[in-house]
């Protein structure tokens, strides 16, 4: 089996690629679990080598999801390639940049979309089966005068932000899709993931993960957003591990709704504070302050986010729920924080 993840060198990418690896297998057409053979990764750049496995081929190609020719290239449409079988649409610009640069926003997230919608309905007609493709989408979706006290799959969707609109408009083109019968979509309307390594992006909940992640390296962290700001928030092992499950449910237990929103925690900067107190004492960590920096441009993008979500559809299905917060800080430890 061959598959193909799209923004496979970014952070969500690798760690799928990761998990993928010591998993083995992945349902196929067959209906039963098959043996992975290659995992394709698809990224603009990449700045690792690339993983290594006893049996499963790890392939790394540069390229600009814009380009049709690319995409339909990477998913095996292009002799004397294989076509893979299932597809994870990672690959996006984030919601700072989508708000600067409108046009490029249009040209990745949405024509990029588009390219790889297409690229599935092609593998459909060429092999007669339906690949299997997941949707990483946002709660940005959520935004305005439709934002409610809880916010389910049954919210009308009026995002207001560029980032927000073309995840939305993507939701509804794998939904006619797979209506269609063009490909067997699926939908992850993902909370702000955390905590993320590294340097903090242009994502406008950058501050989610930078009030946990430098705070535990010992670093200052600039606060954007009020201190009883709520923000749904769930942890990238989740994240890894909903992909993966909504991958594997049979397409008899799907809606006509192929959007999932995921279980998550709602989470304030001063929660968030709290916990790294107790984290910290355990561990002996000496945590660096978070301080106050107000930016009207990044709380008024908050302030039109969702604060609590519904994602009782999710969990019907078999998807997990974040474990408590302070979990989700010692999985970060774990795996990118400092020595304890």
Known sequence: ???????????????????????????????????????????????????????????????????????????????????????????????????????????????????????????????????????????????????????????????????????????????????????????????????????PNAAASSWASGMFREPLHGQPCALPVRRDQGHPMTGYRTVIDSFIALHEVPASALGDDRAYVLPAHTVTPALAESTLRAVASTHHLALGPIVDAPDARIQGIVSNWPVVIDASRALALGLPSPPPLHTLVEHFLEDFGPPR
């Not at 989408?137 to 006290?149: H, R, T």
């Open 1 to 199: 089996m061959r598959i193909l993840i799209t923004g496979g060198g970014g952070f969500l990418g690798s760690q799928l690629c990761q998990n993928l690896l010591r998993r083995g297998t992945l349902t196929g057409s067959s209906g039963a679990p098959e043996p992975l053979r290659e995992i394709v990764l698809l990224d603009a750049a990449f700045h690792r080598p690339a993983l290594t496995h006893p049996t499963i081929r790890v392939t790394q190609l540069a390229g600009d999801i814009s380009d049709r020719a690319t995409v339909f290239a990477a998913a095996g449409l292009s002799a004397p390639a294989t076509p893979v079988s299932s597809i994870f649409h990672l690959a996006s610009m984030v919601s700072g940049e989508c708000e600067q640069r409108f046009d490029d926003a249009l040209r990745v997230n949405l024509d990029g979309g588009r390219h790889v919608f297409e690229a599935a309905r092609a593998l459909t007609a060429a092999t007669g089966l339906r690949p299997r493709v997941v949707f990483a989408s946002s709660i940005a979706c959520y935004s305005g005068e439709s934002v409610s006290p809880v916010n389910s799959d049954t919210t009308k969707l009026t995002p207001r932000t560029t980032y927000g609109m073309t995840k939305a408009i993507c939701e509804l083109l794998l939904n006619d899709h797979s209506r269609k019968g063009h490909f067997d979509g699926r939908t992850a309307r993902l909370p702000t993931v955390i905590i993320r390594p590294g340097q």
